[in-house]
């Protein structure tokens, strides 16, 4: 026996072109679609591993001092306030803290960096503590610090490339005339750590002549300690600022949710146009077959009948547009991860795009939405065809 | 005046106004008319003289504006008074059958498959050998699974009267079914017509402009300017030469 949704399948058969540019349409907006919530999702998770990955979630520096490598370039390596590192004893002390880690940041002006020299940043850690902290730094080539003495250096990714420098090579800290061998490289992580070197605390210290003073201590707080609490105690240390990752997180996730509004009006407007598009192959088609309509009720269908007829149609176009554009989002995924790395100011490793089966239940119950609310007008429409018209537009 | 038992339609003073600017156009005056169970009449007239709308009034596609209308007995229309919308598409669907001039066949549906279309709207048992059983006696079994394209239009008129069909009628509605065919064509389907009419007892009302059509029913009733003008009983009605 033959069923409704055959019928329904069979009447969309009839204008192939119309219906497959219709599918297209919903096709197009679809991909838009997952491609965005995957891409939000994918952002969100990329981004929360990036700050894991920084090992510490709050970091104390002195109060004005750059805490951040860009800025410290753009002020030419200089700006730096230090603090001394009998802060340390009171930070251990409390609840919420796991482990502390002091750092050290020095940067020179190197005139044989690049064309026109350029400012390279040393970062003394304390061998015992910030490896530990830092667990999933992965190394290309050797490993940490045989000593915590040693005139050594770990280098990031990009400073390694850049200095050309391989485990066993020396490095030249210029102006001080000391020579540090090169025993480990890091793989690339798309943090700022891919640009530091690496260098045993308290050779940096001796070395610049800043016995006992940090530029900064990265704080790890216990699993299911309160953060917010601990920063409030830490903001009444004297002399220093609190920056707390979560922070830094946040204001990366505002901007780019700004541009996230954006992409998503854009998406809005793409399906928009795909439920217009929709609604006007359907209604076409129902007008184009007003006389058949007309005969289907008088064999005895209902207006319901008929409404359910079209509503099938709508869903049919819509469905099919879903799941193509579904298909289409899964396989230029890795394009548009590219794509979105170009247009956004800072992007974080890893898949950016993530899309799960979730997502595209969720989008297919969209687009099965969408189907129904463009179809109410023409299967309204359609419902309220009196048998007659079948006969009316007959010349009598 | 032959008639078979009981009134299958009994029509009282039907009236339908159709207001034109400030007059208003008598499209049927005054219609009174009966039609046997198994029996076969015409409706003759030139264009304009209202056969189209007594045919679609005694159908129950349109209300008249007024008058009596019974079918079988029960009043579907009575000085004003009518049915519900989802009664009358039941009287639609148990009383009529109805072919027309266009064919309206759906064109991506087979042979088989448009003729089972008024089942999507109701379930009846034995459907499948009913549609069978049609297909057979209109001689299209053949093409049964061929789309409406692929088969000639006095078969696509056949296939039509099989969907007509296969909801068992009481009443078959023909309005101009052979204004797409040629005379050859035309006269089968007559013929087909007049066999439904003979072997099956189908009451059958047939609207046509074709003199020589109208003469394979038993009655012919001749329209003019909404009037019956004239009502004509064939002496010898029997299956056109052929």
Known sequence: MISLSQVAYKNLLRKKTRSLLTVIGISLSTWVLVSLLGFNRGYQSSLNRDIDQLGFQVLLTA???????????????????????????????????????PMLMQALFDPNKGESGGITAYLGVDPQTFPRMKSLLQFRQGGWFTDPDAKEAVM?????????????????????????????????????????????????????AKENQLTGVGIKVKKEASIDRLEQKLYDLPDVQVVSLAQVKQTIMSLVSSAKVLVFSIALVAILISVVGVVNTILM?????????????????????????????????????????????????????????????YAPTGGLIHIDLGLIFLTLAVMIFIGLVSGIYPAWKAGRVRPLEAIRSEVE | MKEKGRQMIRARNLKKIYPRGSEEVYAIDDVSLGVGEGEFISVIGPSGSGKT??????????????????????????????????????????????IFQKFYLIPTLTVLENV??????????????????????????????????????????RVAIARALVNEPRILLADEPTGNLDSKRAQEIGRVLRELNDKKG???????????????????????????HRETISALPGLPSG
């Not at chain 1, 088609?285 to 309509?293: D, F, K």
Request: aromatic share 6%; charged share 25%.
């Open chain 1, 63 to 101: 109060k004005g001092c750059p805490y951040e490598a860009a800025t410290l370039m753009l002020k030419g390596g200089t700006g730096l306030r230090y603090m001394q590192e009998s802060v340390m004893d009171s930070l251990r002390k409390e609840p919420e803290v796991e482990g502390v880690t």
């Open chain 1, 156 to 208: 990031g990714y990009e400073a390694a490339e850049l200095e050309q420098r391989e485990v066993g090579d020396l490095l030249l800290i210029p102006e001080k005339n000391v020579e540090l061998k090169v025993v480990g490289v890091l793989k690339r992580t798309g943090t700022q750590d891919d640009g530091t070197i690496f260098v045993p605390l308290r050779v940096v210290q001796k070395v610049f």
């Open chain 1, 285 to 345: 088609s129902v007008l184009e077959r007003l006389q058949e309509i007309g005969i289907l009720k008088s064999m005895g269908a209902m207006a319901w009948d008929i409404v359910k007829l079209i509503w099938l149609e709508t869903l049919i176009l819509c469905l099919a547009g879903g799941m193509l554009g579904t298909g289409l989002a899964i396989a230029t995924a890795h394009l548009t991860d590219i794509l979105i790395r170009q247009l956004l100011p």
């Open chain 2, 53 to 98: 709308t007594l045919i679609n009034i005694l159908g129950c596609l349109e209300n008249p504006s007024s008058g009596q209308l019974e079918l079988d007995g029960k009043k579907i229309f009575d000085e004003g008074k009518f049915l519900s919308e989802a009664e009358l598409t039941r009287i639609r669907r148990e009383m009529f059958g109805y």
């Open chain 2, 116 to 157: 089972m279309l008024p089942y999507l709207f109701y379930k009846a048992p034995g459907a499948e050998e009913r549609v069978r059983g049609v297909l057979k006696l209109l001689g299209i079994e053949h093409r049964r699974h061929h789309l409406p394209g692929q088969i000639s239009g006095g078969e696509m008129q």
């Open chain 2, 202 to 228: 189908l009451t059958i009302v047939l609207v046509t402009h074709n003199a020589e059509l109208a003469a394979i029913s038993q009655r012919t009733i001749e329209l003019r300017d909404g009037r019956i």
